[in-house]
């Protein structure tokens, strides 16, 4: 079991969750249980479908730069590897026709990101953090969209884009990058944070800009930790920080709404990635392969 749990990196999956509840809770949080099932069950086999696609595509590489992933350490084969990607493709198709049909265009969206990114433009400059920050803005307009309305979602789903986009154009200096790079790309992580904790709309909306301005906080306490590799801390780690910030951004808007219980169920998701053990392994000078965004 465990070289398939570090095969589709599980313990990243909360993430994805929290997108999911974030934006069902901005497009009105008007969705039934079998709702909830289609929309979480999708967003969990895209998710491991993404991620093992990309080890798969990447196993030469994995060869040399991590030896230690479940494909070139030989703990899974690729023939097996390939059936499970079979059987999750499957599925997405089934509960992407399963879903109302204004939502599938956001499903579509999504799913033709994820491919664009595994299988060629996450070697292109630019191009291929755009399409992952696509795949999150997708999930996130997806949510709202099946829940009732989006009008309200763009600014949410363009903010968790951007985020997921610097830090994917983070990652990528993570192998070359020089110290200079990953100073310049780190700062622009943190600058889109910044932008993101300001609120705009929600000022004149009148929403609950005190609980706001508590998640904006605590994201931005949080991401100090990323800078920890200047301490020699293995840059990959700080990527990992990176990510673990992602629902902390989805608390930023949804503590902007009046139900309490999306916040508690986002912040959950927060804590269940078990933030407080993440920087014990900071004296690592490898790449933790269960921790692999």
């Not at 949510?143 to 830090?167: D, M, N």
């Not at 931005?220 to 801390?233: K, S």
Request: glycine letters at 8%.
């Amino acid at each position: 079991m465990a070289p398939w749990l570090k095969f589709f990196r599980l313990r990243l999956s909360p993430t994805a969750i929290s997108n999911v509840v974030a934006g069902a809770a901005i497009g009105g949080w008007n969705l039934v249980a079998d709702d909830w099932c289609i929309l979480i069950c999708w967003t969990m086999a895209l998710y491991m479908f993404g991620m093992g696609l990309n080890d798969l595509a990447d196993r030469s590489i994995d060869e040399k730069l991590a030896p230690h992933r479940p494909l070139p350490s030989g703990d899974l084969s690729v023939a097996a590897a390939r059936w499970a990607l079979g059987l999750l493709a499957i599925a997405i198709t089934g509960l992407t026709m399963a879903m109302p049909e204004p939502t599938r265009f956001h499903a579509f969206t999504a799913i033709a990101c994820v491919l664009l990114y595994d299988l060629g433009l996450k070697k292109v400059p630019i191009l291929g953090p755009l399409a992952m920050g696509g795949v999150r803005f997708s999930i996130v307009m997806l949510a709202a969209s099946y829940s009732g309305l989006i009008e309200h979602a763009w600014s949410h789903a363009i903010h968790i884009g951007a985020f997921t986009a610097a830090i994917t154009y983070f990652s990528e200096a993570e192998q070359s990058g020089t110290q200079q790079t990953l100073n310049r790309r780190l700062f622009l992580v943190g600058f889109v944070a910044l932008l993101i904790s300001i609120p705009f709309h929600q000022l004149e909306l009148g929403l609950n800009l005190f609980m706001r301005t508590l998640g904006a906080l605590l994201l931005l306490w949080w991401l100090r930790g990323a800078f920890a590799f200047r301490q020699g801390v293995a840059v990959h780690h700080c990527t990992i920080t990176l990510v673990m910030g992602l629902p902390l951004v989805d608390l930023i808007a949804v503590s902007s709404y009046p139900w309490n219980i999306p916040s508690f169920i986002v912040m959950l998701a927060w804590l269940s990635l078990r933030p407080w053990t993440h920087f014990k392994m900071h004296s690592t000078k490898t790449n933790p392969s269960e921790d692999s965004p």
